[in-house]
């Protein structure tokens, strides 16, 4: 699907430091060619950066399935 980034390649983002992933979550990401792109906290400014750490170990907890 256009604009959502492959989470499961060996080079993928999410295989990135938790540190660097934070950082990418606070500032938003965007996926080159994609049409859209996602919003600095996924555009809730209440998330925590403990809210971020989990969303990303979660994440990763899934590609371990």
Known sequence: MPGVPELSKKDAWLREPDQALLSKLKQGIQTPG???SMPPKGG???LSDED???VIAWLRKQLQK
């Open 34 to 36: 994609a049409p859209i």
């Open 44 to 46: 809730n400014p209440d």
């Open 52 to 54: 971020l750490l989990a």
